[in-house]
Structures are given as structure tokens and as C-alpha cells.
């Protein structure tokens, strides 16, 4: 099964910093892509995204704070996030649609196995 790789998660002090990676397979153009994130005890919520036509949205939580990007030589997509705060401790995953260049198919909801963000003091 496809599965993106986050990476760059880790323990943080409030007010830090942290970025996120996201790879995505060779094989794969990225169409959307999307952070979300998932706290202990509570539902997945989306943090950010870039639409196909590369509109970009952010929580209302993170506005200011956050910066989603991708970069579509390297197949990677990143957050970059400033200013953490106790509440952004959670478990953040990639999400993307991509195109398949070896079949032609689009192929929606890609996920990878999540990166846990720790913001504590």
C-alpha cells in the first residue's frame, strides 16, 4: 500500500519552532495536499491545504502561525510551523491526491503514517 513519510516531529518548547516534511513517491504527481493533525481524545482535524488550483487554506487555529508549501521537483510538501503552543501537540499526517504517471489515474487520499509534535515546557 502507498503511504506517504512524514518526518520532523519532535518535543518543542512553547513558542518554538518546527517543520514538517511530507514525501511523496516519484511515481506520483501531487494534485492536493493537506496537514492534518489528531490529539489524544479527539477527532482528526485539518490544519492546512493546498487545493488543485493551489488555493491555500489554514485552520483558523494556526492562521499566522503556519506555512503549508510544496515543492514539485522534489515531491515533497512542508509545514512550516512558528510560534507552537501546548495545544498543537498531536499527531500531524500528510494527505494528498495525486496522478499516477504509470497508470494516468487519479488517486485521492493518499495518507502517511504520521509525525507526533510534542509542545511542552
Known amino acids: 500500500q502507498v503511504q506517504l513519510v512524514e518526518s520532523g516531529g519532535g518535543l518543542v518548547q512553547p513558542g518554538g519552532s518546527l517543520r514538517l516534511s511530507c514525501v511523496v513517491p516519484g511515481r506520483f504527481v501531487i494534485r492536493a495536499t493537506g496537514w492534518y493533525r489528531q490529539a489524544p481524545g479527539k477527532k482528526r482535524e485539518q490544519v492546512a491545504e493546498?487545493?488543485?488550483?493551489?488555493?491555500?487554506r489554514y485552520a483558523d487555529s494556526v492562521k499566522g502561525r503556519f506555512t503549508i508549501s510544496k515543492d514539485n521537483v522534489r515531491n515533497k510538501v512542508y509545514l512550516q510551523m512558528n510560534s507552537l503552543k501546548p495545544e498543537d501537540t498531536a499527531v500531524y499526517y500528510c494527505?494528498?491526491?495525486?496522478?499516477?504517471?504509470?497508470?494516468?489515474?487519479?488517486?485521492?487520499?493518499?495518507w502517511g503514517q504520521g509525525t507526533l509534535v510534542t509542545v511542552s515546557s
Open positions: 493546498i487545493s488543485t488550483d493551489d488555493r491555500i
Open positions: 494527505n494528498a491526491d495525486v496522478r499516477d504517471l504509470h497508470t494516468g489515474r487519479d488517486v485521492d487520499e493518499l
